[in-house]
């Protein structure tokens, strides 16, 4: 009996260690491709200081700026300005949790 109890309170404590809930989710991007500007957009679980860092595909940083999330959906408009036609990797990084994907530039 003693057992079961410990094997269940380790499961339990185990379970809510490794369990991670995301602040941010349905991260997408539209129009992809793009040629003048594009809109980020994100569902977030809690308000809290985002940043968005755009990288070419040699890894250099080409844009970085901070935003603050409202509950629920958020839209970011990004803009290429003098960024050239190509493949470009944007990153949302709240704290911990780093969500990245692609978009092109036309």
Do not use: H, W
Request: charged share 20%; proline share 2%; with cysteine.
């Amino acid at each position: 009996m003693l057992k079961k109890i410990l094997f269940t309170l380790l499961l339990t404590i185990s379970i809510a260690c490794f369990s991670q809930t995301k602040s941010i989710e349905k991260l997408s991007i539209t129009p992809n491709p793009f040629t003048i500007s594009t809109n980020i957009t994100f569902t977030a679980t809690n308000t809290s200081k985002i940043t968005l860092n755009v990288r070419n595909v040699l890894g250099k940083t080409v844009f970085k700026k901070e935003y603050t999330t409202k509950i629920g959906k958020n839209n970011i408009a990004f803009y290429k300005d003098n960024l050239a036609t190509g493949i470009y990797i944007y990153s949302v990084i709240e704290k911990k949790e780093i969500i990245s994907k692609r978009f092109i530039i036309k």
